[in-house]
């Protein structure tokens, strides 16, 4: 089984920077997709960035374009989001996905896709 465990979060001031990770173990692939999402309190659960497991291809949500950066370690399964200049609407339990079926070019984030989900982890922006 694969196991998605979170990490990285915490409290931030509005401009500041985080860099979550999500480790991935047990039956680790070398395909397929991590992607993060975030639930802010009231709200639904919005895709925030992938990356195809494979060859690298990202996607972002135009909100985070040129704030969140999303990048791998294959050697250690582990994926990462350095967020930088953080705002307040990004106040959010961010989650670490899985699509675990091979990936062509630039995943989706359509949470329905991803079948593996990890716990979560809470990112608070405020000053």
């Known amino acids: 089984q694969l196991q998605l465990v979170e990490s990285g979060g915490g409290l931030v001031q509005p401009g500041g920077s985080l860099r979550l990770s999500c480790a991935a173990s047990?039956?680790?692939?070398?395909?397929?997709?991590i992607g993060w999402f975030r639930q802010a309190p009231g709200k639904e659960r919005v895709g925030v960035s992938c990356?195809?497991?494979?060859?690298?291809?990202?996607n972002y949500i135009d909100s985070v374009k040129g704030r969140f950066t999303i990048s791998r370690d294959n050697g250690k399964n582990t994926v990462y989001l350095q967020m930088n200049s953080l705002k307040p609407e990004d106040t959010a339990i961010y989650y670490c996905?899985?699509?675990?079926?091979?990936?062509?070019?630039?995943?989706?984030?359509?949470?329905?896709?991803?079948?593996?989900w990890g716990q979560g982890t809470q990112v608070t922006v405020s000053s």
């Open positions: 996905a899985a699509i675990t079926t091979p990936v062509k070019g630039m995943c989706v984030l359509t949470s329905w896709r991803f079948g593996s």
């Open positions: 047990g039956f680790t692939l070398d395909y397929g997709a």
């Open positions: 990356i195809n497991k494979s060859d690298g291809d990202t």
